[in-house]
């Protein structure tokens, strides 16, 4: 009998009775050589050899057992091929129950890995928005600095137009030199830091879209296995693919298949975490960069206060020594007029002494004697010869006094507007300029 190979779970139970042919029985036929037999003349024309009844009967006997051997064998098969159905679909449905059983936790390993993908996407585009906003907070101070920048620069020109001897290195120019110098320090990091947050920007943004492909093929993924999960024996769209069974080369394990997420999952909880860092360290900066402006500016300020008070009080003591000044020229150009009327005054008491002198030198013979009138007139003469010498020197002295007190005034008038002018620039157009230096906020880039 021709049997169908039938693709069998395991091996079938072995047979009661072995499935096999009868050996063919060997029978001696009998010769009709016998007194009664029918070899003579009469069986002329017919067989000469029958089979016997015997013979006959054991023909019978052969073709009875060959049919119960035959029932026997299909009855066997029968009730083999009956228990090996039963075994299969009993197999079959176990394996496609667990075959669903697996691709059901499959979907959930799948959906846990995609929430976490979900969620480390979420955080990286929340982390993105505040490290823009950072970084927006850092352009806002970068432009904030450029005001302070303008008013020291200002402050600094304005300062070399002051006059000699103004025109010192005070201690207000160092503090400016020293805020100059910060706020280009400044200006620099602020510069680094920006550059450091449109990196991290662009890393987050990378991880993100990296995870973003991981979540897409795993969303693409589940969908075919919840598809697949969905399919049972009474689904119409299914139908044979005699290749599906192979395995594809490229094929991940389930290990390189964790491990492909996790390392998306591990960079892109790093790199969140370095902007988180890096924001705080932004934080970090503005507020000490805001502090160190507002500080220095209050230093240059108190430096600027601290100077005009000096310029102020150099003003009102030039002042006031030009006041005395000016009232010792007026005693002094008395006084000159005073010793010019006494040497005039002295001028007609010598001229009678010497008109005396001269006359009485006329007189005749012993009458031109040296008494005590022509010794007192000889020594009038004398002492009003040095009272003028005196007079005419102390007059000397007092116009190069005179001279020197109008050269003190010019020096002291110069010096009292040098100071206004060094006061001018210093407070109407140096405090007044530093009066619109941004606040706090404004350096910190809050505005």
């Not at 024309?45 to 119960?68: I, M, P, S, V």
Request: hydrophobic share 35%; charged share 30%.
């Amino acid at each position: 009998m021709a049997q169908t190979d039938i693709l069998l779970a395991k091996e079938p139970a072995p047979q009661t009775v072995p499935a096999c042919q009868l050996p063919c029985k060997l029978y001696d036929v009998a010769r009709n050589t016998g007194a009664h037999t029918s070899s003579g003349l009469a069986t002329s024309g017919f067989r000469t050899a029958k089979y016997l009844l015997d013979e006959w009967f054991q023909n019978c006997y052969a073709r009875y057992h060959q049919a119960f051997a035959d029932r026997d064998q299909s009855e066997r098969q029968r009730h083999e091929s009956q228990q090996l159905a039963a075994e299969t679909e009993a197999l079959a449905q176990r394996t496609q129950q667990d075959s669903t059983r697996k691709v059901g936790e499959r979907l959930q390993d799948m959906h846990g890995w995609k929430s976490e993908l979900q969620r480390q996407v979420g955080e990286l585009v929340s982390e993105t928005e505040l490290l823009l906003a950072q970084k927006q907070r850092l352009e806002h101070a970068l432009d904030a600095t450029a005001r302070p920048f303008s008013i020291v620069t200002d402050n600094l020109q304005c300062r070399e137009r002051r006059q000699h001897p103004d025109l010192v290195r005070d201690c207000v120019e160092i503090e400016l030199l020293k805020e100059a110098e910060l706020i280009r320090n400044i200006q620099e990091l602020l510069k680094r830091t920006i550059m450091q947050a449109v990196s991290q920007t662009r890393l987050n943004r990378e991880h993100k879209e990296t995870c973003e492909m991981d979540w897409s093929d795993k969303v693409e993924a589940y969908n075919i296995d919840e598809a697949c999960c969905r399919y049972n024996n009474q689904s119409t769209d299914v139908q044979f693919h005699p290749h599906s069974a192979k395995f594809e080369e490229s094929a991940s394990t389930p290990e390189t298949w964790a491990k492909f997420t996790q390392e998306h999952l591990y960079r892109a909880e790093r790199e969140r975490l370095a902007s988180v860092n890096l924001r705080n360290l932004i934080d970090c900066i503005l507020q000490d960069a805001s502090e160190d402006l507002r500080l220095q500016c209050d230093a240059v300020n108190l430096a600027f206060g601290r100077r005009c008070e000096e310029l102020e009080d150099a003003h009102h003591k030039l002042e006031h020594h030009l006041r005395k000044t000016l009232r010792e020229i007026t005693d002094q150009e008395h006084n000159i007029a005073a010793l010019k009327q006494a040497i005039k005054d002295k001028e007609a008491p010598l001229k009678v002494a010497q008109t005396r002198l001269y006359q009485r030198s006329h007189r005749p013979n012993v009458e031109l004697c040296r008494d005590f009138a022509q010794f007192r007139l000889a020594s009038e003469v004398e002492e009003l010869n040095l009272s003028l010498a005196a007079l005419k020197e102390k007059l000397l002295e007092a116009e190069q006094s005179l001279r020197n007190l109008e050269d003190t005034r010019m020096t002291l008038e110069k010096d009292i507007a040098v100071k206004t002018n060094s006061l001018f620039i210093d407070r109407h157009k140096c405090m007044a300029h530093r009066a619109h230096y941004p606040t706090v906020l404004q350096l910190a880039g809050y505005q």
